[in-house]
């Protein structure tokens, strides 16, 4: 993970731990790390930014949204998580820092994803 990535998911965990989730898991040092999912479709790996529990129970996934160079991967990741949270109830979050907005906005309209995108 690189330096500008650390930077943004900190940010990120600064504000699920400002909207009363619990259980977080994170890929960040210092956390338990979200479970790896396999794309059935493309058997890419995922593992998610970040998870937790709203209410006890509805499962939440959130991503730092940043550009990237193969959008293809990225939309695979996004809807795999996307389906995940729907199907536990929960919610999928896309964290975008400054500067990423066009970029992680432009794949969830032109891919129809289902994602609460909030700017960090």
């Known amino acids: 993970m690189n330096d500008e990535k650390k ?4 940010k990120a965990l600064d504000w699920v731990e400002k909207r009363d989730f619990q259980e977080v898991r994170s890929v960040m040092e210092g956390y338990e790390a979200p479970m790896s999912f396999t794309s059935s479709t493309s058997r890419l790996e995922v ?4 998870t937790a529990l709203k209410n006890g129970s509805s499962k939440t ?26 199907m536990k109830n929960g919610q999928f979050f ?8 066009a ?8 891919h129809g994803l289902d994602a609460k995108m909030v700017s960090i």
């Open 47 to 50: 593992q998610p930014d970040i």
């Open 94 to 101: 896309l964290l975008i820092p400054r500067g990423h907005k």
């Open 7 to 10: 930077t943004y998911l900190r």
């Open 103 to 110: 970029f992680a906005s432009g794949l969830v309209e032109t």
């Open 61 to 86: 996934y959130i991503e730092v949204a940043m550009k990237s160079d193969s959008p293809e991967e990225t939309v695979t990741r996004w809807k795999l998580l996307s389906t995940l949270a729907s």
